[in-house]
């Protein structure tokens, strides 16, 4: 990012009044000494002034009066796919495909109007069909020359047509279904890795830019100024995590490699590493790593991707490098894994403070679905950060769900366990794992604060702060940004009404988004914001 410094004043000429004075009828300051005001002061990157009384604010070039609003701090997603996001927004979403029958026409309707080498679609949930899914080769039918790749709604498998199939090189891959005629076109663990790097190559970089473009004004429109992009070779691979790693965008993006070498973000100057860094796969898939078996496959329990030592290695050569680290597991044996691993480096590290060593890292477990409470002991020990996504809860969750399915009526019971968590002082932040789910800050809000079952519940203020401040702590910037206070960067967003006390919040419409004081969303008269 580049920054663009003020010009000089001539000696002995006094600037004139600058910044922008936003005034609403309530400022959410979620700061201790103030509990809410009225107006916000935007100098630059910075607020410079918060108060009660507009007319008691300092000297100021503008004013942007905000009637009928409500301002508070930006928005962080800490946890998301942006590049893919994008492309279920612009092409060929599934989310609402309720048969074979159904699927087959959406590709079909969707192959008659793409342009492009690849249909990729996404949001195949198989378990709302009641009919086969469509053969590899019908597939090819219906697609004409284009390769089809059909991502499920975890994106740990997906449906291809025969043409990848025979393309990517599958023949020895792990992960290949098959049937009594041959492959299903439905894949999983390296199999869908392979043909998803294969098919991400085969796209024009066009669709992909304006996939980047959409998913980013998306997040701003929501009045989101920070998204924790999760990249990797499995995702999308390195070109698109440089787009994101080193492209100018209107929001924030944290850039996270999900691959073991270290070499990548040292090369470009992060801080941090990991993310989607699988440890495990999903529930949806069977693929999550789980102690005891599946409750509706007891012939499987999941895998782990990674070895104990492997992964041991990997985090103290994290430490030494100074990285943060962040790793998925949503299965116990996976979180188990990632606990193990962390306490045998600081074991290791001893005597040169071990424990505080790990904990200064603030390290991240990214979903943490299966959380027993045998375990949040120990992940608070560590100083582990729970990255965690409320709209699973609302999506699976619930008697007769997918998680009550897979893990039996005991297990389910402390699937995202957030009031427990947050009780032991663990550092818990929010995000959307767009696009499995949508960026939808408010409906995270709420999902966390209405849980099917109405246990491990939190407030809306705490849901609030966790879709906030703990985006700003887990990606360790909560020391300049994060509550709305002098001093502190501008990142600020304005809704109509006032969802922070609406029975539901979740139809609150953004009216402006500002990140370093700069607008990423909506209109306001910000004349000395510096570039970025």
């Not at 630059?44 to 009928?68: I, M, T």
């Amino acid at each position: 990012m580049t920054s663009t410094l003020p010009a000089p004043t001539r000696a002995g000429v006094r600037p004139g009044p600058r910044g922008t004075l936003l005034v609403a009828d309530r400022v959410i300051t979620l700061g201790h000494a103030r509990k809410d005001a009225r107006a916000v002061l935007v100098r630059g990157s910075r607020v410079v002034w918060v108060g009660d009384d507009p007319e008691q604010a300092p000297p100021h070039q503008q004013r942007h009066e905000l009637p009928g609003c409500v301002i508070g701090p930006a928005f962080v997603d800490a946890h998301v796919h942006l590049t893919p996001t994008g492309l279920g927004l612009i092409g060929l979403d599934l989310s609402e495909v309720r048969s074979a029958a159904d699927l087959r026409r959406a590709v079909a309707s969707y192959a008659g109007q793409h342009t492009g080498r690849v249909i990729w679609g996404h949001g195949l949930d198989p378990e709302r069909f009641d009919d086969p899914l469509p053969t590899p080769d019908e597939l090819s039918r219906i697609a004409g020359e284009r390769s089809v790749y059909l991502s499920r709604v975890d994106g740990h498998a997906a449906l291809v047509d025969r043409w990848t199939l025979s393309a990517a090189p599958l023949a020895r891959a792990d992960g290949v279904e098959v049937g009594p005629g041959g492959p299903t076109g439905m894949l999983k663990r390296e199999a869908n890795h392979i043909a998803r790097r294969w098919a991400v190559g085969a796209m024009e970089s066009a669709e992909l830019a304006a996939a980047r473009r959409t998913a980013v004004a998306t997040a701003a429109s929501r009045g989101i100024a920070s998204v924790h992009e999760m990249g990797g070779p499995d995702i999308m691979g390195l070109d698109d995590f440089d787009a994101w790693a080193t492209g100018e965008w209107p929001i924030e993006v944290v850039p996270y490699w999900g691959g073991l070498d270290v070499g990548v973000p040292i090369e470009r100057e992060l801080r941090q590493i990991g993310g989607d860094l699988l440890l495990d796969g999903s529930l949806g898939s069977h693929t999550a790593a789980l102690c005891s078996p599946y409750h509706d496959r007891p012939e499987e329990s999941g895998h782990l991707e990674l070895d104990d030592e492997t992964l041991t290695q990997w985090f103290l050569e994290v430490t030494h490098a100074g990285l943060q680290s962040a790793v998925h597991a949503i299965g116990d044996a996976a979180i188990r894994q990632a606990i193990r691993c962390w306490a045998d480096v600081a074991e290791r590290l001893d005597p040169h403070g071990g424990t505080d060593l790990v904990r200064r890292g603030r390290h991240r477990v990214e979903h943490g679905e299966v959380l027993p409470p045998e375990l949040l002991d120990e992940f608070a020990e560590l100083g582990l950060v729970l990255s965690a996504q409320p709209a699973f809860e609302d999506r699976w969750g619930g008697p007769g769900g997918m998680y009550a399915r897979r893990l039996g009526p005991t297990r389910v019971r402390w699937t995202n366990p957030f009031r427990g968590v947050a009780d032991l002082g663990i550092h818990l932040a929010f995000g959307s794992d767009a696009n499995v789910t949508e960026i939808d800050p408010w409906g995270a809000v709420y999902a966390a604060q209405h849980r099917p079952g109405g246990e491990h519940e939190v407030s809306r203020l705490e849901a609030v702060s966790m879709s906030t401040l703990g985006g700003r702590s887990a990606a360790r910037q909560e020391r300049y940004v994060g509550v709305v206070r002098a001093g502190m960067r501008a990142d600020l967003a304005a809704f109509e009404g006032d969802p922070y006390a609406a029975d539901d919040p979740r139809s609150a419409r953004g009216v402006l988004t500002l990140v370093h004081g700069r607008v990423a969303h909506g209109q306001a008269p910000l004349p000395d914001a510096p570039g970025r």
